[in-house]
T-cell receptor, first 113, second 112 residues
Framework: AAGVIQSPRHLIKEKRETATLKCYPI?????VYWYQQGPGQDPQFLIS???????DKGSIPDRFSAQQFSDYHSELNMSSLELGDSALYFC????????????FGPGTRLLVL | SQQGEEDPQALSIQEGENATMNCSYK?????LQWYRQNSGRGLVHLIL?????REKHSGRLRVTLDTSKKSSSLLITASRAADTASYFC????????????FGSGTRLLVRP
């Protein structure tokens, strides 16, 4: 069965650079969630989208922005990267009417040097 | 953690033994879920229990939920070395998005 696809899987950036993470949800899933997991930490909710509209917002820094496109894929844009942004970034998807269960992608590991 | 604490933080057992992990949370919830994460990899959904349920089983997994105590437990019976992973509980508050609030996780090591 198709799973959530995230790209790239690994990313190395320097401080103050920008990064774009992409998420391709499971086919027919219209809801996308982004989570950030720092080293040794639990995942923290960043933001979610339903039908291209932001549905909820968590602890996402102002330096980050995200959007969902008409094909339901989503992109997380990160600017002015800081060392503390080094983390594993997960995308999850679900159908809105079955959003009790989220299906997670493999994550993008971002390292900021 | 924003919502929950898990204990123990780390657990080491022998293959074949049972492993019990506990999770406590702070606010009213719609459901509670358990996820598994192998070292630095993706989160795998294990089981979901709704706020009006008290116990649920799935294979070797048994989950209980006590909403009066705001706590849940995950029992893995007859553990295997392949069960070695971190286990997180996550709560959904029932707001419109059903975003998940994760607990701090238990690192389980099953020794062969």
């Amino acid at each position: 069965a198709a799973g959530v696809i995230q790209s790239p899987r690994h990313l190395i950036k320097e401080k103050r650079e920008t990064a774009t993470l992409k998420c391709y949800p499971i086919p027919r899933h219209d809801t996308v969630y982004w989570y950030q997991q720092g080293p040794g930490q639990d995942p923290q909710f960043l933001i979610s989208f339903y039908e291209k509209m932001q549905s909820d917002k968590g602890s996402i820094p102002d330096r980050f922005s995200a959007q969902q496109f008409s094909d339901y894929h989503s992109e997380l844009n990160m600017s002015s990267l800081e060392l503390g942004d080094s983390a594993l970034y997960f995308c999850a998807s679900s159908p809105w009417d079955l959003r009790e269960t989220q299906y997670f992608g493999p994550g993008t590991r971002l390292l900021v040097l | 953690s924003q919502q929950g604490e898990e204990d123990p933080q780390a657990l080491s057992i022998q293959e074949g033994e049972n492993a019990t992990m506990n999770c406590s949370y702070k606010t009213s919830i719609n459901n509670l879920q358990w996820y598994r994460q192998n070292s630095g990899r993706g989160l795998v959904h294990l089981i979901l229990i709704r706020s009006n349920e008290r116990e649920k089983h799935s294979g070797r997994l048994r989950v209980t939920l006590d909403t009066s105590k705001k706590s849940s437990s995950l029992l893995i019976t007859a553990s295997r070395a392949a069960d070695t992973a971190s286990y997180f509980c996550a709560t959904a508050l029932g707001d419109s998005s059903y975003k998940l609030i994760f607990g701090s996780g238990t690192r389980l090591l099953v020794r062969p």
